[in-house]
């Protein structure tokens, strides 16, 4: 009966760090995502020549994965 106190007691914690990472990654998605509108007004030499995507159409991209 102890050891599946432990067990159940370890289980409800790591649940609890999971939805914290998970409350932290959007967050950060978020923050990310206004950055990327934030830095989206510069302009980059080489979007000028009609090369492939921009780093910050990279970024948007992955952002939206």
Do not use: W
Not at 57 to 64: E, P
């Amino acid at each position: 009966g102890e050891a599946i106190g432990s067990i159940d007691q370890t289980t409800q914690q790591n649940a609890a760090l999971v939805e914290e990472m998970a409350a932290a990654a959007a967050s950060l998605k978020s923050q990310a995502n206004e950055l990327v509108q934030a830095v989206g007004v510069f302009k980059l030499g080489d979007e000028q020549q009609g090369s492939a995507a921009s780093p910050t159409s990279r970024l948007m991209l992955s952002l939206k994965r």
